[in-house]
């Protein structure tokens, strides 16, 4: 029963190769003439890197955008962030709001915070420092941004 299983297995694979032979499609832009072999030949420098020098170049330039764009998401948009307690954070004024102030002549204003903790508060809270806007960001991360969404969109 073993071995039928296995002549089995044997036939169809022998089925599935020459079902394969039968209908590859083969692309040589050799075989080819006019605009559709220009077609053929770009097509297979940017999906077959075992084609032509050229199209191991081309792939290998979209990995290394690939990780550099992926990199520099992550390295940019990493901003610091620390451990606070809940009533460092639940009374921060700023701007307008804490100029129209009042507080009593000779009390320091960072003695000034709620008086109970809200509820559903916890004791700790991650507070991080907003990302900068664009137009403060370093401008070699636009570049580099720039040119790999221009090669992604080529490839």
């Known amino acids: ?6 002549r089995h297995n044997d036939e169809s694979d022998d089925n599935l190769e020459k079902l394969r032979q039968e209908f590859e499609v083969v692309l040589d832009e050799n075989l080819e003439t006019g605009i559709r072999r220009v077609q053929v030949w770009v097509w297979l420098i940017f ?3 075992t084609h032509s020098k050229l199209g191991r170049l081309v792939q290998s330039w979209v990995f290394l955008c690939i990780f550099l764009s992926t990199t520099l998401e992550l390295v940019m948009s990493y901003s610091p962030c620390e451990w606070k307690p809940w009533y460092e954070v639940s009374f921060q004024l700023s701007g307008a709001d804490a100029a129209s102030m009042t507080f009593l002549p000779g009390v320091p204003t960072d003695t000034y915070t709620l008086a109970a903790q809200p509820p559903g508060m916890p004791d700790i809270v991650r507070v991080c420092e907003p990302r900068p806007k664009m137009r403060d960001e370093w401008v070699g991360y ?9 090669s992604f969109t080529f490839e």
């Open 1 to 6: 029963m073993g071995a039928a299983a296995i």
């Open 47 to 49: 999906e077959d890197a």
């Open 142 to 150: 636009f570049v580099m941004e720039a040119v790999c969404i221009l």
